[in-house]
């Protein structure tokens, strides 16, 4: 298809691990990105990995990259209630536009 | 550092008027990005630029027009405004592709 896929919602408790699944859909990206939007605000780059990489780690941050099944996710280590918004990948699809996902919408409870 | 501002923030018009909303960015990047973002949709695409006076259509460009006349600046046209363009815009812009976007605060519209 021609949409970036995401499921629309995550619910984890405080503590514990999330992970956000992408599926994109241009096999040449060059470029894989993730970004955060919290209510009422723009979007905010997290991270992002390049095409030739399969592991990104960043902190908390954990990004895999799976070219052949073009599957992207983000993991959370120790999640925290300020982590709860929604997250968006993005791809570079014909090496100019970025095309976003439709969102996970992240909710940690205490 | 300003960054990336939009102006308006908010904004009601009525169906058929017109109206622009304005990007500026002073970081001095080569690419600009108009997105409209609807509930359950993510962001689409309306229009870029991946330079002073050159400008594409995105994913969803119907009803909208774009112009870059100088680098720092990308403006969103509606010539006749419909209430299916009600949403909120969000503008970005990036120094190349692979460096991520940064983006404005966003426009929230509304026509009725």
């Known amino acids: 298809g021609e949409d970036v896929e995401q499921s629309l919602f995550l619910s984890v408790r405080e503590g514990d691990s999330s992970v956000i699944n992408c599926t994109y859909t241009?096999?040449?990206?060059?470029?894989l990105y993730w970004y955060k939007q919290e209510p009422g605000a723009g979007l905010q780059l997290l991270t992002y990995?390049?095409?030739?990489?399969d592991m990104k780690q960043d902190q908390r941050l954990t990004v895999l990259l799976n070219k052949k099944d073009k599957h992207l996710s983000l993991r959370i280590a120790d999640t925290q209630t300020g982590d709860s918004a929604i997250y968006f990948c993005?791809?570079?699809?014909?090496?100019?536009?970025?095309?976003f996902g439709t969102g996970t919408r992240l909710l940690v409870s205490p | 550092n300003a960054g990336v501002t939009q102006t308006p923030k908010f904004r009601v018009l009525k169906t058929g008027q017109s109206m622009t909303l304005l990007c500026a960015q002073d970081?001095?990047?080569?690419?600009m990005y108009w997105y409209r973002q609807d509930p359950g949709m993510g962001l689409r695409l309306i229009h870029y630029?991946?330079?002073?006076?050159?400008?594409a259509k995105g994913e969803v460009p119907d009803g909208y027009n774009v112009s870059r006349l100088k680098k720092q600046n990308f403006l969103l046209g509606l010539e006749s405004a419909a209430p299916s363009q009600t949403s909120v815009y969000f503008c970005?812009?990036?120094?190349?592709?692979?460096?991520?976007?940064?983006f404005g605060q966003g426009t929230r519209l509304t026509v009725v």
């Open positions: 993005a791809e570079t699809r014909g090496f100019q536009k970025l095309v």
């Open positions: 630029s991946v330079g002073e006076g050159t400008t």
């Open positions: 970005a812009s990036s120094p190349t592709q692979g460096e991520g976007a940064f």
């Open positions: 241009d096999s040449s990206s060059t470029y």
């Open positions: 970081m001095n990047h080569e690419y």
């Open positions: 990995i390049f095409s030739n990489m």
